[in-house]
Every structure is written in C-alpha cells, then in structure tokens.
C-alpha cells in the first residue's frame, strides 16, 4: 500500500515562502502523475497543480500560475511544492496525491493515493 506524508507546512507572512513536501512509501511513484490540492475551511478541494513523470511537464491552477512550483525526485520517491509570493487566501490544507496512471488529470476523485494533509497558513 502506498502511503504519502506532506510536511513543511505553517505559519508564513504574506509575501512569504514555503516549501512543502511529500514522501512516498509502499511503492515507487516514478511512473504516476502526482499532484498538489488544498481545502480550505467551508471549501471543496480544489486542484492545485500536477505533475508528469520524469517531471518533463507540470500545470498550475490559474490562482497559483506563477508563483508555485512543483518539483519531484524519484530517486528519494518524494515530491515538492514551492510557494512563493503567498496571500492570505492561499490558507489551507494542503494534500498531496498521486495516481497509478501516468497521465495528467486536474480532478481530485481521479487520483487514488492521498497524504494527510499539511496546514499552511498565511497572515500577519
């Protein structure tokens, strides 16, 4: 069985930065797409950003465009989000996920291992 586990998460300041992080056991994700999506409280969860294999292609949620990036290293089986240039409606948890396809999708249902979640939060 797949396990994920994000960390990194917190307290940041407007304008801040964070890094989150996503490691991976049970299996090697090397061949899954893997993806970001966050909910925040009295929302649904939303898509964030995904990522192909090998990494050779990554999209974003427009909301994120810019100033989020994902990243991943399949030889520690771990994925990364960077976020740069947070606003305070950025707030959420924040969950990873990967799927047994290879091929990109944006919808969460479509995506069958999930983290637990990290907390991100962004005020002054």
């Known amino acids: 069985q797949v396990q994920l586990v994000e960390s990194g998460g917190g307290l940041v300041q407007p304008g801040g930065s964070l890094t989150l992080s996503c490691a991976a056991s049970g299996r090697t994700l090397s061949n899954s797409a893997m993806g970001w999506f966050r909910q925040a409280p009295g929302q649904e969860r939303e898509f964030v950003g995904v990522i192909s294999t090998l990494g050779v292609m990554a999209y974003y949620a427009d909301s994120v465009k810019g100033r989020y990036n994902i990243s991943r290293d399949d030889a520690n089986n771990t994925l990364y989000l960077r976020m740069n240039s947070l606003k305070p409606e950025d707030t959420a948890v924040y969950y990873c996920?990967?799927?047994?396809?290879?091929?990109?999708?944006?919808?969460?249902?479509?995506?069958?291992?999930w983290g637990q979640g990290t907390q991100v939060a962004v005020s002054s």
């Open positions: 996920a990967a799927r047994v396809s290879a091929v990109v999708v944006v919808t969460p249902s479509m995506y069958e291992y």
